[in-house]
């Protein structure tokens, strides 16, 4: 079971880093969106600081909404969703497969880039640090809760952008946290343990509830 | 090994396209689905495969229930190819022995048997049609599965092709293996049983 559920993570990768594969396009959008807020805001270094972790935070959650809708439906088109229906793995172990490989390559250069973009916006280091390790554990949620809008894509072709909006409202306690975790570390009232375990809590219970969710999606589509 | 359907019938979009359709296949058997555009030949694979619920009726294959399980002995070839274009023919193939579980080894010879050894390393998205029909095929080599479920399996192929396959099929027939084939074009090589699909929903 591991040998084939390796493979798909290998070929998943291999696609998404091959040309045309879009494992760059959420990097892009994430540096888009972060380098046009301070020419909105304007040069005022203490304000940048303060709203720096949002601001990452909310770039990070949108540009890891971007391409979630290909995850299923690429194979749905050229017809491997019915290789992958018919292989003797549970569908729900290859959906979590899947999207692993889909962090690996969207969401992992996210938290690689937060620190950098974290720069431009004049972020001191410590701030720097704790965005980075919020996303590092908040990305997985957001990707493994998106598989469940991924799977839904299958059955609305070209549905990228409700798939976006259907996954954004549950999203939104993840970004909560995210942020609540980066300000207490630069100094809020609440200690950064607390919102940061709450992610922890979060991912860790959508790592198990979204490839379930995913694969009661694919079963119940079967078109 | 024996793969039995039961009144099953199919509805798609509203319309009834078949019903009360029941057959079976013994091992070494072929089965031949024919008739017109829409009568739902492609459902009834699909169906059987258990990537479609029946409306009603059910699949045994062996006496186990269609729920995935039919699946897990079949291939099922459709009119897509399931290649991705980014990667190889040969990382293709290696891809689909590992999902499936076969030996890595035959993935060489299952391009060779198709042709495709010169163009093991392209990516598939150079290939033209009949080549990757050809590649969609070779999956059949990669991993054994005693249940070959095909959707126009000829589609793009030139006479060659259609001779590997002939050749291919009559192999797996004789080794005791069970075909069900979707096809405008007669497989005359073939002694099979056929169900003409009506485009008014009989059967």
Redesign the interface.
């Known amino acids: 079971m591991t040998?084939?559920l390796?493979?798909?993570f290998v070929?998943d990768l291999?696609?998404a880093f091959?040309?045309?594969?879009g494992a760059g396009t959420g990097v892009v959008f994430f540096l888009a969106i972060v380098t046009v807020v301070p020419f909105a805001v304007g040069p005022d270094l203490p304000l940048l600081g303060r709203i720096g972790p949002a601001v990452l935070w909310i770039g990070a959650l949108l540009a890891s909404l971007l391409g979630l809708d290909r995850v299923f439906s690429a194979d749905h088109?050229?017809?491997?969703l019915?290789?992958?229906?018919?292989?003797?793995?549970p569908?729900e172990m290859i959906a979590a497969t899947k999207a692993a490989a889909h962090w690996v390559a969207t969401g992992l250069p996210l938290v690689v880039a937060a620190p950098l973009l974290g720069l431009l916006l004049g972020l001191d280091a410590k701030a720097l640090g704790a965005v980075t390790l919020t996303l590092l554990v908040g990305t997985p949620a957001l990707t493994f809760l998106g598989l469940v809008g991924a799977a839904l894509a299958v059955a609305l072709p070209r549905g990228g952008l409700l798939v976006a909006v259907l996954v954004l409202p549950f999203a939104v306690p993840i970004l909560i946290f995210g942020a609540a975790a980066t300000n207490a570390a630069v100094g809020g009232t609440l200690p950064f343990g607390t919102p940061f375990k709450l992610i922890a809590a979060t991912s860790l219970a959508f790592l198990v509830l979204g490839p379930v969710a995913a694969a009661a999606v694919l079963r119940q589509i079967?078109? | 090994m024996r793969l039995l359907a039961q009144e099953l019938a199919c509805i798609r979009g509203g319309r009834r396209l078949f019903q009360g359709l029941s057959f079976q296949v013994a091992a070494g058997e072929a089965l031949l689905v024919t008739g017109p555009n829409g009568a739902g030949k492609t459902s009834l694979l699909r169906m059987i495969a258990g990537l479609l619920r029946p409306a009603a009726g059910r699949v045994a294959f062996d006496g186990i229930d269609a729920d995935r399980e039919v699946g897990i002995a079949a291939h099922f070839v459709g009119h897509l190819d399931a290649v991705k274009g980014s990667l190889s023919a040969e990382e293709n193939l290696y891809f689909v022995c590992d999902l499936l579980g076969g030996a890595g080894d035959a993935v060489a010879g299952g391009l060779a048997r198709f042709g495709l050894a010169p163009l093991a390393s392209f990516p598939a998205r150079m290939l033209s049609a009949g080549q990757r029909r050809r590649l969609a095929l070779a999956r059949l080599l990669v991993a054994s599965r005693p249940l070959w479920l095909l959707d126009e399996p000829t589609t793009g192929l030139d006479n060659e092709g259609q001779e590997i396959f002939a050749a291919l099929t009559a192999t797996h027939l004789a080794n005791g293996g069970l075909l069900v084939a979707a096809t405008h074009t007669l497989l005359p090589h073939l002694r099979a049983q056929e169900i003409r699909l009506a485009s008014g929903g009989g059967a």
Do not use: M
Not at chain 1, 82 to 87: I, N
């Open positions: 040998h084939a390796r493979a798909i070929r291999t696609i091959r040309v045309g594969g088109d050229d017809g491997s019915d290789l992958l229906l018919l292989a003797p793995q569908l079967r078109d």
